[in-house]
């Protein structure tokens, strides 16, 4: 089991389940990061004392540096901070828990120092998978996901010494919110509808990914990266009670399956006490009570992101990150009530097939392709 952890993202959804969890263990926290939620940080550096805390912008920082003067604290801002806290001397885990891109660099500079990655940052993988993964090879870092569905993989693929074994990977889907929807009745659909997941509490930003199903997309492309399947082996169906968090299916047949609560507490504290297992604050799961399981298969047409994800994988290269980067700046519009629901994917659509493509790109160029998504998704937008 890890002694002492870096959160990245520490007072998002995650990042408070973390420190949950870090209460359970017993573990030493010595970084914290977080965006601009000054109050929620400076009531988490109170409480754990950490030796750095790092906010998004350089105003958060001083604000923060008000609120916690009397802690012996080093604060500090931006990817500059993040990178900081990434690569703490006492740190021997990172847990990514922060939205979007900005995880990127921060996770690279982890891996160069020889840190465990607890990854809940699915955009890592997404836009810079191969890199990433090569990465942690040559380091010899092992990267532990957090996402409840990938941790269920991992933990069904223990003992597996042979990936020529593996005929499938089945990815478990709730089907969010509209779940039976048609296109017709998606088209109205407000932001607050799309907010209200039946089975889980995330933050706004991957709730309204589950909405679109575009979160499910993201995870076919993570679970192609961290266990190195093509594409057709990434299967997805959907399971309402979110009970069976994903599956494996052996050349012989045989599926294995991990079950638990929908408490994300379980796969974070795995990558906290891998190859160990602890007592967790999570419920158990009772068979008797959770009632009957289901699946079913997922319907692309009424939720077009998730074959959109699947074609940008088959495609590979640049068109990844292109996605990935317009659909975070269309579902900020989105939360904005700028644009309405079936915008988000004619927006990433257009991006997608607009930004120039790269097939073996640097990461200069995936964070160049990142940008022009974005710039596609503002111009049209404001046209």
Known sequence: MIKCLSILGSTGSIGRQSLDVVDNLGITVCALTAGTNVQRMAEQCRRYRPRLAVMATQEAAAALCDEI??????????????????????????????????????????????????????????????????????????????????????????????????RRLILTCSGGP????????????????????????????????????????????????????????????????????????????????????????????????????????????????????????????????LALARACAATGGTACPVMNGANEEAVASFLRDEIGFYDIYELVSKAVDTVPFIQNPSLEEILQSDAMARQVVKVAISK
């Not at 009397?70 to 900081?84: K, N, S, V």
């Not at 890592?124 to 993989?153: F, N, R, W």
């Not at 297992?277 to 419920?283: E, H, L, V």
């Open 69 to 166: 003067k009397e802690l012996p604290t080093t604060i500090a801002w931006g990817e500059e901070g993040l990178i900081q806290a990434a690569t703490m001397a006492e740190a021997d885990c990172v847990i990514t828990a922060v939205v979007g891109m900005v995880g990127l660099k921060p996770t690279l500079a982890a891996i160069r120092a020889g840190k465990r990655i607890g990854l809940a940052n699915k955009e890592t993988l997404v836009c810079a998978g191969e890199l990433v993964m090569a990465e942690a090879k040559k380091y010899g870092v092992q990267i532990i996901p957090v996402d409840s569905e990938h941790s269920a993989i991992f933990q069904c693929l223990m003992g597996c010494n042979d990936s020529t074994e593996i």
């Open 178 to 305: 509209f779940f039976g929807m048609n296109k017709d009745q998606l088209r109205n659909v407000t932001k607050a509808d799309a907010l209200r997941h039946p089975n889980w509490k995330m933050g706004a930003k991957i709730t309204i990914d589950c909405a679109t199903l575009m979160n499910k997309g993201l995870e076919v492309i993570e679970a192609m990266r961290l266990y190195d399947m093509p594409l057709e082996k990434v299967d997805v169906v959907i399971h309402r009670q979110s009970i069976v968090h994903s599956l494996v299916e052996f050349e012989d047949g045989a599926v294995m399956a991990q079950l638990g609560t929908p408490d994300m507490r379980l796969p974070i504290q795995l990558a906290m006490t891998y190859p160990a297992r602890a007592k967790s604050p999570a419920q158990a799961l009772d068979l008797l009570s959770c009632g009957d399981l289901s699946f079913k298969a997922p319907d692309m047409e009424a939720f077009p992101c």
